[in-house]
């Protein structure tokens, strides 16, 4: 891609490097030494009976209560490690940074062909693990998109492993990640991902995967709308580079990862798709630059 000399996108905090805690954590020592006594009470012991239901029922329904508990609510306090950030990371935090502002760009326009309004996500640079709305996350989730604050956290690790593990290298590759998890971003803004949540209640487990499935593979087909524009400026895209997004789309799909994993390629456990159907999803936007076609809700053969 030839990204260097174009806009990077206003909407990116940098957490690299920075340890987060909460001004209120000092309070544990405090809350230690008073245990024995709330236990002897009845009082006491109603009340951290009712604490532990509402801490680990949170955690249950993807909300980290305990960070809310201990100043989550603005007395958050970060301060900047020691790790110094190198050229190559600097670089790859620009090179994001235009990705998605071109996503940005792109998405503006699809939402004023359909008279509505786009509102731009931030992008979250983390490094090991990351607080959001949705709870704590490590690196080992991969990228996410948290619909309770429309944010997207990537730690930028992700790129080698992409490369290195799944063997799929490239910028185009990485542009694909993010375009993807922007994708998500987009159906929140339209309203799917509330009206996938809602279909899946009562529903079995096998089910509610296979609504996640055709979620992830909308999201797929989102970024090669993207993909779409981006091959319509000439200037942007170089030769090979959508065959590195369709190696990254089949690299991750979920039979192959279990394979990789050692493990029986089980479809009724798929969340994100078969690598041949991400593929075929992700070149549907790609060939079609047409919102319409990536209903995966409506198809009724993935």
Known sequence: MRWKDRRRS?????????????????????????????????????????????????????????????????????????????????????????????????????????????????????????????????????????????????????????????????????????????GHHVQTLLGISQQVQQAGRGRSKADVNALSVRQELQADCFAGLWGHAASAQQQLLEPGDLEEALRAASAIGDDRLQKEAGQRVVPDSFTHGSSEQRVRWFRRGFDSGELAACDTFAAGAL
């Open 10 to 182: 206003d909407n990116v905090e940098d957490r690299r490097g920075e340890t987060t805690g909460y001004a209120a954590a000092g309070a544990a020592p405090l809350l230690l030494r008073f245990l024995p006594a709330m236990i002897r009470s009845k009082t006491g012991r109603t009340l951290l009976i009712v604490g532990l239901v509402v801490i680990f029922g949170g955690r249950m329904l993807g909300f980290d209560v305990l960070g809310l508990l201990l100043g989550g609510g603005g007395d958050r306090v970060a301060s900047q490690g020691q790790q110094q950030l190198s050229a190559e990371e600097q670089e790859l935090a620009d090179f994001v940074a235009v990705v998605l502002a071109e996503t940005e760009d792109t998405w503006h326009l699809l939402f004023r062909e359909q008279g509505k309004v786009y509102r731009e996500p931030t992008l979250v640079l983390f490094s090991g693990r990351v607080n959001s709305a949705c709870g704590m996350a490590s690196a080992a989730v991969g990228p996410f998109y948290c619909p309770a604050d429309q944010q997207l956290y990537i730690d930028l690790s992700f790129f080698q492993d992409l490369s290195r593990r799944h063997g799929a290298p490239g910028d185009f590759a990485q542009a694909y990640v993010v375009a993807h998890e922007v």
